[in-house]
């Protein structure tokens, strides 16, 4: 295997698995919505990022749908918690920030 090669898919799963497993512990605890809601943008965009290496090879447009059903399952998620509106900033935050990534073709 090449030194510059993506790791393989159960490698990519079990980092997934580890940054939820974190992500439990960050969104139980104590810390104010402020600290949460900056944290929450890290795994969402870790989760956008995998989707679009899953399926790098597919059209934008699909990648782009599955990042919106998964950004919709997050409001939908924040809008039952009625969390407060810093959660809703970050993860709109993300969602644009991925686009533009897939729109203007940077390399990450």
Same mark, same amino acid.
């Given at each position: 295997m090449p030194q510059d090669a993506a790791p393989p898919l159960l490698s990519r799963v079990f980092? =997934? &698995?580890f940054i939820? &497993?974190?992500? =439990?512990?960050?969104?139980k605890s104590k810390l104010n919505d402020l600290v949460k809601a900056?944290? =929450?943008t890290m795994p969402l965009m870790i989760v956008l990022v995998m989707v679009g290496l899953l399926f790098y090879q597919q059209a934008?447009?699909?990648?782009?749908?599955?990042?919106?059903? &998964?950004?919709s399952a997050v409001l939908l998620y924040l809008y039952k918690k009625k969390l407060s509106?810093?959660?809703?900033?970050?993860?709109?935050y993300v969602a644009v920030l991925g686009l533009?990534?897939?729109?203007?073709?940077?390399? &990450?």
């Open positions: 980092y =997934l &698995i939820f &497993i974190i992500s =439990l512990f960050v969104f900056t944290y =929450l934008k447009f699909f990648i782009a749908a599955i990042g919106a059903l &998964i950004v509106w810093q959660y809703y900033f970050a993860t709109f533009c990534i897939m729109i203007f073709n940077i390399e &990450i």
